[in-house]
């Protein structure tokens, strides 16, 4: 497992923008990174995953077209910018790490109201 610091949460309104962001104090970077999201009563649901190298991203459907993933492994960093953000965004947001076994910041919360 490696150190996984969120940064970037908040509370906006509906259409707003945020940027969340993951920095490790790890290394080797070799592995995939991402973010989940846990909304109160609700599973844990992925949000973005991008490869080591950038040249593969997944996003949710419910995501795609308004947040980018991106990663610069000079700075051992992650980032999610989150665009139009919709009510149904509102959650904890969590960094993880591709890692054996797999690791997982504490999380940033986002709050999006109306």
């Known amino acids: 497992q490696v150190p996984l610091v969120e940064s970037g949460g908040g509370s906006v309104q509906a259409g707003d923008s945020l940027s969340l962001s993951c920095t490790t104090s790890d290394r080797s970077g070799i592995y995939d990174m991402g973010w989940y999201r846990q909304a109160p009563g609700k599973e844990r649901e992925v949000v973005a995953i991008?490869?080591?190298?950038?040249?593969?991203?997944i996003y949710a459907d419910s995501v795609k077209g308004r947040f980018t993933i991106s990663r610069d492994n000079t700075k051992r960093a992650v980032t999610l910018q989150m665009n139009r953000l919709k009510v149904e965004g509102t959650a904890k947001y969590h960094c993880?790490?591709?890692?054996?076994?797999?690791?997982w910041g504490r999380g940033t919360q986002v709050t999006v109201s109306s």
């Open positions: 991008i490869s080591w190298t950038g040249d593969r991203i």
């Open positions: 993880c790490a591709d890692t054996q076994p797999g690791s």
